[in-house]
C-alpha cells in the first residue's frame, strides 16, 4: 500500500505502467513511501472501503472516507471515466481507430443487428 499510494500521488494514476520494473526501482518513489507513507489497519474499514488522510507540510490536514472503491455497483464510473479506462487499457493492444469503433457500436448496441463489427474490433490487433 505505501508504494500503491506514493506512485497515484506522483502520477496521479495507478494502471499497468506503474507496476513496470523500472517504475518500481524509482528511488524518489519508494523513499516518499519508506517516509511518509504510512498504513494503519482499522477495524471499522470493512470491504473495499478506505479512509484517506493526508497531512500536507503546511499542516494542513484533507481527510476523504470512501464507503465502496470507485467503479463499484455503489460509485459507479461515469462515461467519460468508463471511455478513458478503455482507451487507457487498449493502448499497444488495440488501435485508436478500433477503440472509437468500440465506443460508437456500444452507444447503438440496442439498435445494431449485427455486432461482428465489435468483435472485430475487440480483437487485438
Known sequence: MPYITSVVLHDRACWLDQFEPTRIVDRAVDAFARDKVKVRADA????????????????????????????????????AEIITKLKTAARGVISSAAVDTIINTVDKLETISNVRGLLDAVRAS
Do not use: C
Open 44 to 79: 471499522s474499514v470493512q470491504g473495499t472501503a478506505a479512509i484517506v488522510e493526508i497531512k500536507t507540510n503546511a499542516g494542513a490536514t484533507y481527510i476523504d472516507n470512501r464507503p465502496v472503491a470507485k467503479g463499484d455497483a455503489a460509485d459507479p464510473l461515469n462515461r
